[in-house]
């Protein structure tokens, strides 16, 4: 099927898909801060500035999109329009991700992610959320923070 829209109509839309503070986001954010953890948010000396930097555990939380990070859920497929674009831009998106995630790891941060499906319902959100909660707890402290 083709597009309905114009080239300059899809890039209007397209650009109005947000980066950061998306429902998930906010989601995973109340979640841990209701629960006692603090973070910073977005922080840009950072590589890849994580959604979520925890100083006190050494953790840093990323929260990304099934389609924009290649998840190889249903909501990761590649749409049939335009496919040769989404594969390059998907994979473009998954290197980065990678980059970043090695930096951070070699600065010495533990990196969690998490999907944006494992928050699409009610119980499999209270199950990840819950499982989110135990992995910063059973990392130790850092002294002085």
């Known amino acids: 099927m083709a597009d309905i829209m114009t080239s300059?109509?899809?890039?209007?839309?397209?650009?109005?898909i947000r980066g950061k503070d998306t429902k998930p986001e906010m989601q995973v954010r109340q979640f841990l801060h209701g629960?006692?953890?603090r973070y910073r948010l977005h922080v840009k000396d950072m590589p890849g500035r994580p959604d979520m930097v925890l100083?006190?555990?050494?953790?840093?939380?990323?929260?990304?999109?099934?389609?924009?990070?290649?998840?190889?859920?249903?909501?990761?497929r590649i749409p049939g329009n335009n496919s040769v674009f989404w594969q390059a831009k998907i994979a473009a998106?998954?290197?980065?991700?990678?980059?970043?995630?090695?930096?951070?790891a070699s600065a010495g941060?533990?990196?969690?992610?998490?999907w944006e499906c494992q928050l699409s319902t009610k119980k499999m959100r209270e199950k990840t959320?819950?499982?989110?909660?135990?992995?910063?707890e059973a990392l130790q402290p850092s002294q002085g923070t």
């Open 129 to 136: 959320l819950t499982r989110l909660a135990a992995r910063l």
């Open 8 to 16: 300059k109509e899809r890039s209007e839309r397209m650009s109005r």
């Open 35 to 37: 629960r006692g953890f």
């Open 55 to 76: 100083p006190k555990y050494g953790a840093v939380v990323l929260v990304d999109g099934c389609f924009w990070h290649g998840h190889v859920c249903q909501g990761g």
């Open 93 to 104: 998106n998954q290197a980065r991700d990678l980059r970043n995630q090695k930096a951070l």
């Open 109 to 114: 941060w533990k990196v969690i992610r998490v």
